[in-house]
């Protein structure tokens, strides 16, 4: 059964940093697309970073880039979204998704979800 389980929200404060964690079971990592997607308040659920499978490309959004940094250690089947220089913008819930086959900055195609973590900046 594939299953992703985020953690390591919280609350911190504008410039500061937070590491997400998305815990992988049912399937290994290293096989699979692997994506951060969050939703703030009001807002559709958006993309935030991608890594290909196997090593491949990593895309980040616009709103993100050279401050989050989505990484994988396969040996603990997890992928982590270093976030730092934090904005109060980025406030939302974080999840974690995962695609078999589909390579999109759009939610939809990707196959499994977590529930999601919350991170809250404020200014």
């Known amino acids: 059964q594939v299953q992703v389980v985020e953690s390591g929200g919280g609350l911190v404060q504008a410039g500061g940093s937070l590491r997400l964690s998305c815990a992988a079971s049912g399937f290994p990592v290293r096989a699979y697309h692997m994506a951060w997607f969050r939703r703030a308040p009001g807002k559709e659920r958006e993309f935030v970073a991608i890594?290909?499978?196997?090593?491949?490309?990593?895309v980040y959004a616009d709103s993100v880039k050279g401050r989050f940094t989505i990484s994988r250690e396969n040996a603990k089947n997890t992928v982590y979204l270093q976030m730092n220089s934090l904005k109060p913008e980025d406030t939302a819930v974080y999840y974690c998704?995962?695609?078999?086959?589909?390579?999109?900055?759009?939610?939809?195609?990707?196959?499994?979800w977590g529930q999601g973590t919350q991170v809250t900046v404020s200014s």
């Open positions: 890594s290909r499978r196997s090593g491949g490309t990593i």
């Open positions: 998704a995962v695609s078999t086959v589909y390579l999109s900055s759009r939610p939809v195609g990707w196959d499994y």
